[in-house]
């Protein structure tokens, strides 16, 4: 880079002795006195060109090496403003106020355990609304007396606005679990209170028929596999997996909920993990960039998350702003609750994660079709005993070879039935990556719904 601004520069000189040179007398005497001033301007602007060129050359010079220094000092120290001092990243968000003033301890993880129900939830395949009172417990909405503007309130409650529609299921078409009830309908006239308050207990349904909701657009995919057979896989086609960044370094997957909520392993935020303002949530991208992502203002861990028996192992990221959703980047749908998905059912677990054991991250986007495991096989003492919780769910292959590995952890397992993906599980933990009987243990978002609807109502 030096060299390319020398040259010119001594190239430049030899050409002012020779514009002072006497003029030669001849024929080219008269002439001689406009090139003579044209070339003073042409070198001139030369010299301010290059003077010009230095400058910028040395500014973007000054600019990478700061840049690279400002990483390296972000990567093991938190700046304390007030105070105008460094301290090390493990005193960051460590629950100890080290900055005067607790700066290190203001954007950090928070955790949130829940003991309430949330009162509404979608049912069964046909997601089928159901609201909660202590006393009656879970009921089934009736499609009588209900309106748009119910299934807008409803929808809102469960944190989605985009595109609400509801449709009547007739009570016979309902699950053995949900046909006997219980039932409840809408009093007439009560559209703007929340669901579960305006409800009256029914015996049955006047319409023969319960409510059915689709709150988002939700989990549709531009196309679908256009590599039969690879493991390279498109962001297109599963928009809501991002990248979790640190210091532009991949850390771990994790899956779009909504424009503006990221679920995620909770195991991701140990350690220096913990302040906010570090993380960056790349969405969009087949090939894992650092440019761009959204800032995250608020992470909330499980409260009930495990660190030694990675029980409850789900995390959600809140970004500074929503997503644009497009073809790239798009939510994905919630599984209802009892969506009885039976072990074998084929699954799909995507990732930039290691592409085997003590591998490297990939730079391109991978997914592998997985089978979900029966829980009591998963449980048996030649996989992994007693340690899998009902909040755990196993899916991969009993003879190895296929499955997720580090850096996955975070991201999406996800199932497609009745034209949408929904997310199954979130990538959490595993002996070894595809090890014959140690397949991949994914924290089970079905149990996790009342935690997740939750954290999403109590922080919007
Ligand atoms: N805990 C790992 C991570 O942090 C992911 C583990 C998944 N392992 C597996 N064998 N499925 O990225």
Redesign the pocket.
């Known amino acids: 880079m030096w060299a390319a601004i020398q040259v010119p520069e001594e190239s430049i000189r030899p050409l002012n002795p020779r514009q002072q040179a006497i003029p030669q007398p001849g024929r080219h005497r008269r002439p001689m006195t406009a090139p003579k001033t044209q070339k003073d301007k042409a070198s001139r602007r030369r010299r301010v060109l290059l003077s010009v060129l230095t400058v910028v050359v040395i500014l973007g010079i000054l600019a990478t090496a700061g840049y690279f220094i400002k990483h390296l000092i972000d990567s093991k120290y938190f700046f304390c403003s007030r105070s105008v001092r460094f301290i090390s990243l493990d005193l960051a968000c460590d629950g100890t106020e080290d900055c005067s003033g607790g700066e290190d301890e203001l954007t950090c993880v928070s955790t949130f355990a829940v003991n309430t129900t949330f009162p509404v939830r979608l049912t069964s395949v046909r997601q089928v609304l159901q609201v909660y009172s202590p006393g009656s417990g879970w009921r089934s909405v009736c499609n009588d007396d209900w309106t748009q503007q119910h299934t807008q309130t409803a929808c809102k409650q469960l944190g989605y606005t985009h595109n609400p529609r509801s449709t009547g299921v007739p009570v016979d078409l309902l699950i053995p679990l949900l046909k006997p009830g219980p039932f409840t309908a809408v009093r007439p006239g009560s559209t703007a209170t929340p669901t579960h308050q305006a409800t009256l207990d029914r015996g049955a349904c006047r319409s023969r028929s319960v409510v059915s909701l689709s709150c988002s657009d939700c989990g549709q995919t531009g196309s679908q596999d256009r590599i039969v057979g690879g493991t390279d896989a498109f962001i297109e086609d599963w928009p809501w997996q991002v990248s979790l960044q640190q210091g532009g370094q991949h850390v ?2 994790g899956s779009l909920v909504s424009p503006r909520w990221v679920a995620t ?1 909770a ?2 935020f140990t350690g220096s993990k913990k302040e906010l303002t570090r993380w960056k949530v790349v969405s969009g991208r087949t090939y894992m960039g650092t440019l761009g992502g959204s800032s995250v203002d608020r992470i909330i861990l499980n409260g009930d998350y495990d660190p030694s028996t990675n029980d409850y192992d789900i995390a959600l990221m809140r970004l500074s702003s929503p997503i644009s959703v497009g073809d790239s980047s798009r939510p994905v749908c919630l599984p209802p609750k009892a969506l009885g998905l039976s072990a074998g059912t084929t699954m799909t ?1 995507t ?1 930039w ?2 592409l085997e ?1 003590n591998g490297k991250v990939s730079p391109s986007l991978q997914k592998a079709s997985i089978p979900l495991i029966d829980k009591d096989k998963c449980s048996s003492p030649t996989v992994y005993g007693k340690v899998i919780t009902s909040r755990m769910i196993c899916a ?1 292959f009993l003879g190895g070879k296929i ?8 991201g999406p397992l996800v199932h497609f039935s009745t034209s949408k993906w929904r997310l199954v599980g979130v ?9 014959a009987r ?5 924290c089970n978002v079905e149990e996790m719904l009342n935690w997740i609807y939750t954290a999403i109502e109590k922080n919007s």
């Open positions: 771990c997957g392993a195991h991701c677990v990732g994660g290691y054991e991969g499955d997720a590995c580090q850096g996955d952890s975070g990538v959490s933990w595993g002996v070894g990556c595809a090890r140690r397949p991949g243990v994914y």
